[in-house]
Nanobody
Framework: QVQLVESGGGLVQAGGSLRLSCAASGRSFSSYTMGWFRQAPGKEREFVAA????????YYADSVNGRFTISRVNAGNTVYLQMNSLKPEDTAVYYC??????????????WGQGTQVTVSS
């Protein structure tokens, strides 16, 4: 089992940047596919980005591709989401998640508590 804690959210102006961090506790962090999701008020949670276990294979939602970068440091049990050129529509609670199954998509098994990102226009 793994526990996930996000940090780094906040208020930023449109065009600005933020870096989210997700610290994982527990064993075998490198065996998990890691992902970021977000949920805006009144909307369903949506996929943002994912990164594979060790080869660094990445996958992004079309809405963030080219602006966001997901990365991980297995030795530090941490996954990051660098968000650049932020837009007001990026405003949401961002969640870190871990997946035990193969591939980057599908069900994620463990979730953090979320961190708020607000982008002002």
């Amino acid at each position: 089992q793994v526990q996930l804690v996000e940090s780094g959210g906040g208020l930023v102006q449109a065009g600005g940047s933020l870096r989210l961090s997700c610290a994982a506790s527990g064993r075998s962090f490198s065996s998990y596919t890691m992902g970021w999701f977000r949920q805006a008020p009144g909307k369903e949670r949506e996929f943002v980005a994912a990164i594979g276990r060790s080869l660094g294979i990445r996958y992004y939602a079309d809405s963030v591709n080219g602006r966001f970068t997901i990365s991980r440091v297995n030795a530090g049990n941490t996954v990051y989401l660098q968000m650049n050129s932020l837009k007001p529509e990026d405003t949401a609670v961002y969640y870190c998640a871990a997946r035990t199954g193969p591939g980057l998509t599908g069900n994620y098994d463990y979730w953090g508590q979320g961190t708020q990102v607000t982008v002002s226009s």
